[in-house]
Structure formats: structure tokens, C-alpha cells
């Protein structure tokens, strides 16, 4: 490889916080909010035009592990008072992604965060004594550093914690392959009453993605028979619906497999991959003529959505045999019951979930994993453990392959938000690092923090009856 040596240069301080939180999608999204909230000057920085993420970019569209607590409760009620929220369940439901980036906008600024989009983290630095000091991030602004006295990296990627040193682990802990990508995509064009035995959530939908269904019918395997009818062959081989409105349908049609997070040339040709096959798809769709005549897409997801990235070092690391035990922890942070959702990570493996894989509810996926019983995620699996400072949250926390499967999950993702945020801005507030806040005085913040959720949930439930 060879290399350009750029000059020396002053970069501009943009501005200095008591924590700034790098990215801005769900779990990002909640830390901010959980600092701001408890009391600290917070600074959220995201890559996109939108906070949200794979929410809101990704055009995810369906929320699993949604029954937390604090800020997503009150998220959730919110959707729904917008008659944004799409059936489901308490568990998982789906949402209209349009909604869902002005509820989040809504939310952080009454919070009083500084939020700047279009911001992305390109690099990062600590002192002498090893803590973190600043980040720097380059924009239409140019290049601008940022200073605070803690950080959460929620980028997804562990970029943050990789750019300032951390070591992490990568993919499976045998071959280093990562599970794959998934381009989602929102249509329009058909009739709810004639689709229905192909839609898996939503409005009039099954509450979860992975219910068992009347006389064994699947609606993936009975979609997926539509799709061989039109001489198709979808990369993921158990493609999904669900039901947003009655007019608007999310699909998860799509594995791009071998793909590196930490590569954009990878993730440009897979995004791309990924848009001409949901184009395909739809067009072979459309050829059956009847039902699909109609069949349009209507947008794909700005950014592909990607399940596996680094897993930065922590001061603990969930473990397989974690979610087998059900492991309790006196620091527990959030409670998990998903299953190992471990999709294959090569095509040839047939497409689905993984050999490695098997539902919570102890239904076979596999023969490597036993029955997951609901366990808990610790406050240390969120601090970094080669660097002070810095916290961690979303699927970048520390944690082994198998284990990541199972907690990477959005509902998740917010509860450990909300704690990073919490303990980052406890730290900040007493001149502290994280890692030295009294766990006493974390449950107190994050059950300050909850009564607050609580209410502003109830006033959105007041306004509704009004």
C-alpha cells in the first residue's frame, strides 16, 4: 500500500461537552438522551441526514425486545400516539420509518442535546494517562475536533473505540466470517386482504417475526414460493413482510455474505448488489401479475443493515455460555431473551439461520446451541476496557460471537443506551471515570431516569384521550 503524507495542521475545537455520544442510531440515540437527562452537557454526533440508524436509514421497520423500560416506553408510546406503531406486541412491532426520525428529533431536542448530522468520527485520541480526550470528525464543516470528559462510541462498528486503540474480536471465533448484510426495502402496490398469508408482522400480522403459525403455515416459506414462481431465487431464503399501513409493507429479501464492516469498498458493492436484487425481485413479483401486478418500491434503506462489526474489549465479555445459563448479574443493566440468531455466513449454507443457531424457545435451528435462557448484559460489558473514559453501547459492546447474536438486537440496543448514557454523565458530573461510579449510585440515576420516561409517557397518553 503506499502512502501520502498529509502536513501538520491546527484543527479547529468545534466544541467541548461533559459527553459526547458518537452515533446517533438507536443505542446512540438513548445515551444521549440518558446523559442529557441526567444532567450533563451532551453532544450527539451521527454520519447521517437522520438520527435513528438502522431504524431510520436502514429502514428497518420492526422493533424485537421492545418491552424495556425508560426511554423506550416512552419512544413506543409516542409512535403510537402518531398512529406510527404497526400491531406487533409489547415484544416486537413494527413502526413507519418516516415517523420514527421526527419522534427521535422531537425527543433529543427537548432533551437539550446538540445534535449535528452529517457528522462522521474519522479519528480519535487519549492522553498520557490513557483516557480518551477528544474525537476528531470530518463534515461540510471540514475537520473539527470535539472534546469531553467521557464518550460513548455507539457507531455499530466499534469505530470509535478502534480509532483511540482498543483491541476487539471480529466475526467467528474459528474462520473470522461475520454474519451477512441485509438492504431492507419498503413497497407499496397490494391489498393487505390479498397478501396476508405472505406477511409475517404488523398491522393484522403475527405479533413476532417467528410465531408459531396456524396448520404450520410460514409466511417466509409461502413468500419465498412466490419469488421460485417467478424463477427467483432470493439470497436470503426465509424473505419477510410486514405490514406498516394498510398501502406500506417492509421486505427483508436480501444476504449480502463475506461483506466487512470496516470496509467501504465492501459495503459500497454490497449495497449495491443488495438494491439490484430488491429491483429484481420486484420485478419477477410483478410478472405473476394478479396480486403483485401492482407491486412498487417505494424506497430501499440508505445504508445497508449490518448485523455483526467488531466487538471492542470490555471490562466483561458475554458469553455463550452466558446465554446458556441464563447468567444473573449484580451490575445488570438489561435482561435479554432472544434467542441465537445466528444467520448462515455463507449462501451455500442455505441461507437462513446458521447451523450455530437455535431459537429462544428451543425450536431446532441447529445442533451447537442449546435452549437461550433470558440472561443478563452487565454495566462492565459497556465500559472499554483498554481505555478510560469511554463507554460502550449497542452490538460494539464486549461480548463473543455467539452471545453478540443474541443481544445485537434494537430493544436491546436502547437499554444499553440508556446506561452508557447514564454512567457517562454521572462520570462526567464528578470528575470521575466510569468504571469508578458506585453501582448505587447508577440504579439511582437510571430509576430517576425511568420515572422521568414514565411521565413524559403518561402526558403523551393524556393528550391522546384528549
Not at 77 to 95: H, I, K, M, P, V
Not at 160 to 173: K, N, R, S, T, W
Not at 244 to 273: C, D, F, P
Request: glycine content about 10%; charged content about 20%; aromatic content about 6%.
Amino acid at each position: 500500500m503506499k502512502f501520502f503524507q498529509e502536513e501538520a495542521r491546527h484543527t479547529p475545537i468545534a466544541s467541548g461537552a461533559d459527553v459526547i455520544v458518537c452515533g446517533g442510531g438507536p443505542a446512540g440515540f438513548a445515551a444521549a438522551v440518558a446523559a442529557a437527562r441526567t444532567g450533563a452537557k451532551t453532544v450527539l454526533l451521527e454520519a447521517h441526514g437522520c438520527l435513528g440508524g438502522v431504524w431510520t436509514s436502514g429502514a428497518l421497520s420492526w422493533i424485537i425486545e421492545a418491552d424495556k423500560p425508560g426511554i423506550l416506553s416512552e419512544l413506543t408510546e409516542t409512535l403510537d400516539s402518531w398512529g406510527a406503531r404497526a400491531g406487533g406486541d409489547e415484544l416486537n412491532f413494527g413502526y413507519d420509518v418516516e415517523a420514527m426520525k421526527y419522534v427521535l428529533d422531537e425527543i433529543s431536542h427537548a432533551a437539550g442535546i446538540q445534535t449535528q448530522l452529517h457528522t462522521r468520527v474519522v479519528s480519535a485520541a487519549r492522553d498520557a494517562a490513557n483516557r480518551m480526550t477528544t474525537v476528531i470528525t470530518e463534515s461540510k464543516s471540514g475537520r473539527q475536533a470535539w472534546n469531553a470528559n467521557v464518550f460513548v462510541d455507539a457507531t455499530g462498528d466499534g469505530d470509535v473505540a478502534a480509532q483511540v486503540g482498543c483491541d476487539f474480536d471480529y466475526g467467528h471465533p474459528e474462520t473470522g466470517e461475520a454474519q451477512p448484510m441485509s438492504l431492507m426495502a419498503l413497497f407499496t402496490g397490494v391489498k393487505l386482504d390479498e397478501i396476508e398469508e405472505y406477511v409475517s408482522g404488523g398491522r393484522r400480522g403475527r405479533a413476532a417475526e417467528r410465531a408459531t403459525y396456524p396448520n404450520g403455515h410460514d409466511p417466509r416459506q409461502a413468500l419465498l414460493g412466490e419469488f421460485e414462481r417467478a424463477g427467483l431465487s432470493p439470497s436470503y431464503s426465509a424473505p419477510t413482510i410486514w405490514c406498516i399501513y394498510e398501502n406500506l409493507y417492509a421486505l427483508m429479501a436480501n444476504h449480502e455474505y463475506g461483506i466487512s464492516s470496516t470496509s467501504a469498498e465492501q459495503i459500497t458493492s454490497a449495497t449495491m448488489n443488495a438494491r439490484a436484487e430488491i429491483h429484481e425481485l420486484a420485478r419477477g413479483l410483478r410478472s405473476l401479475g394478479g396480486r403483485w401486478a401492482q407491486f412498487r418500491i417505494v424506497s430501499t434503506g440508505a445504508q445497508i443493515g449490518v448485523r455483526e462489526g467488531r466487538r471492542i474489549h470490555g471490562r466483561y465479555s458475554v458469553s455463550l455460555e452466558d446465554i446458556r445459563s441464563g447468567q444473573k448479574h449484580s451490575d445488570a443493566i438489561c435482561r435479554v431473551r432472544s434467542g441465537a440468531d445466528v444467520h448462515s455466513l455463507r449462501r451455500d449454507e442455505g441461507g437462513f439461520l446458521s447451523s450455530a443457531a437455535t431459537a429462544v424457545d428451543g425450536r431446532a435451528r441447529g445442533d451447537t446451541i442449546a435452549q437461550v435462557n433470558p440472561y443478563d448484559i452487565p454495566l462492565r460489558a459497556l465500559i472499554a476496557r483498554d481505555v478510560d473514559g469511554l463507554m460502550l453501547a449497542g452490538r460494539c459492546i464486549s461480548g463473543d460471537f455467539y452471545a453478540h447474536s443474541s443481544y445485537r438486537v434494537t430493544g436491546n440496543a436502547v437499554a444499553m443506551g440508556q446506561a452508557a448514557g447514564t454512567v457517562a454523565a454521572l462520570a462526567a458530573k464528578s470528575a470521575t471515570l466510569p468504571h469508578a461510579v458506585p453501582w448505587s449510585h447508577v440504579q439511582d440515576a437510571i430509576g430517576q431516569l425511568n420515572l422521568i420516561c414514565e411521565q413524559k409517557r403518561m402526558q403523551v397518553t393524556d393528550v391522546q384521550r384528549v
